[in-house]
């Protein structure tokens, strides 16, 4: 019979064993995120850095995204969201303020010119790849700047943009949010029908987060190209949230050839950490309380205090990309972080340095140096291609 003594040595050299596994696989994700070619298609660093101007070039004090963190983690191109807040649909000033952000994410270029590049095509990324340079390829979040007028569409893919989230948090003369309760078109409005094949023959990729489902499915039966989302992960872990796909939208999306490029953020990683915040809503909606006056900000102290908040793991975020995968092969699948836009991240991802933790992630999980490639920027490179393709043929 072994002794006590025994069996402890056994099970410590078994943890030792794994221990050393895992930092072996650690390293390698590191090793891979410098050799392969990383793209997030979607980084809130212009809204935040109009609010509160950084030097980038630098560790900042705030946010998730800066030059050396960007290098830390293996990031080469990061899709600079331009966000347009839903409240511009009524007021006005969205094409100015679009304009506004654009011109900041070019003025990055000329502040720093040895460490951010503009891009306007994946030939541009992928020349760009490897010059210890990030490259700042541009998207339009909320399509309200183009105020029912192709000669904006034509105008803001002249100054770099090359997707356009459809909506944002409310519905706009485009389309339904998937946020909104309000479906004031039941999907596409008569405007944004006809969108769709401008923006096919354009060459402008389609980006689908943030629309309601019945929008989702008529942009799928009127696109001519495939369509991305940009920041969006999956309904299976996170039940009822119109916000992230189901199943079914996933299916159709690969059949379409798209891609989705899974965001970050708890509230879209985590089930658990979903159904508390929404917990917290409810009571804020019966108590009539506004989440961040003085009653909102004690409420939420002592409910955050109270429960055992599960922001979910890095190897949630995985099983989100695995999902994916498991359900219709590794060809439509990326990374869109939604970094600078989102709120509390799972465990293991802090900001632009994590993309080696996903990398470790799906390596335990026994993805293929090719199928990494793939998930970190062959797949959009491929559908931004197809869709510059088409225009192409097309003029």
């Not at 050299?13 to 895992?22: G, H, K, R, V």
């Not at 392969?36 to 980038?56: A, C, G, M, V």
């Not at 994410?105 to 502040?111: G, I, P, Q, S, Y």
């Not at 401008?198 to 008529?218: A, C, P, R, W």
Request: proline share 3%; charged share 25%; glycine share 8%.
């Amino acid at each position: 019979m072994k002794t006590f003594l025994t069996l402890f040595l056994i099970a410590a050299l078994n943890i030792f064993s794994q221990n050393e596994d895992a930092t072996e696989l650690y390293s390698k994700a590191v090793e891979l995120s410098k050799k392969l070619l990383i793209i997030d298609t979607h980084i809130d660093i212009p809204y935040r850095l109009k609010s509160n101007f950084e030097d980038i070039s630098k560790i900042t004090e705030t946010g998730h995204f800066d030059y050396p963190r960007a290098i830390e983690g293996g990031l080469d191109a990061a899709f600079m969201a331009i966000y347009i807040p839903s409240s511009y649909e009524e007021k006005g000033g969205s094409i100015e303020l679009a304009d506004t952000l654009i011109n900041l994410v070019e003025n990055l270029t000329k502040l720093y010119p040895d460490k951010f590049e503009m891009a306007y095509s994946p030939q541009d990324i992928v020349k760009q790849f490897g010059n210890n340079k990030i490259s700042l390829p541009m998207g339009m979040e909320n399509g309200t700047p183009l105020q029912g007028d192709f000669k904006n569409l034509k105008h803001f893919y002249n100054r770099g943009i090359r997707y356009i989230t459809l909506s944002h948090g409310e519905a706009n003369h485009i389309c339904d949010s998937s946020y909104d309760p309000n479906k004031k078109w039941n999907g596409l409005s008569p405007f944004g029908k006809s969108l769709i094949a401008e923006m096919n023959k354009l060459g402008m990729m389609i980006d689908i987060s943030h629309v309601s489902d019945s929008t989702f499915y008529q942009v799928i039966e009127l696109t001519k190209t495939p369509v991305i989302a940009s920041h969006s992960s999956c309904r299976f872990y996170t039940p009822g949230f119109e916000r992230n796909m189901n199943d079914d939208m996933i299916k159709k999306l690969a059949e379409n050839g798209g891609v989705i490029q899974i965001t970050f953020g708890s509230y879209f990683v985590s089930g658990n950490y979903q159904s508390k915040m929404n917990e917290l809503d409810n009571y804020y909606k019966e108590k009539n309380v506004k989440r961040y006056s003085d009653e909102g900000k004690k409420y939420y102290d002592e409910f955050m205090q109270k429960n055992k908040i599960d922001y979910g793991t890095s190897e949630d975020l995985a099983n989100h990309i695995d999902h994916v995968v498991k359900l219709v092969g590794i060809d439509h699948v990326g990374l869109g972080s939604d970094f600078d836009g989102i709120g509390k991240l799972p465990a293991g991802i802090k900001d632009v340095s994590s993309y080696p933790q996903i990398i470790y992630e799906l390596l335990k999980k026994g993805y293929s140096e090719k199928d990494i490639e793939k998930i970190c920027s062959g797949n959009i490179l491929r559908v931004w291609k197809e869709v510059e393709d088409y225009a192409k043929d097309k003029n």
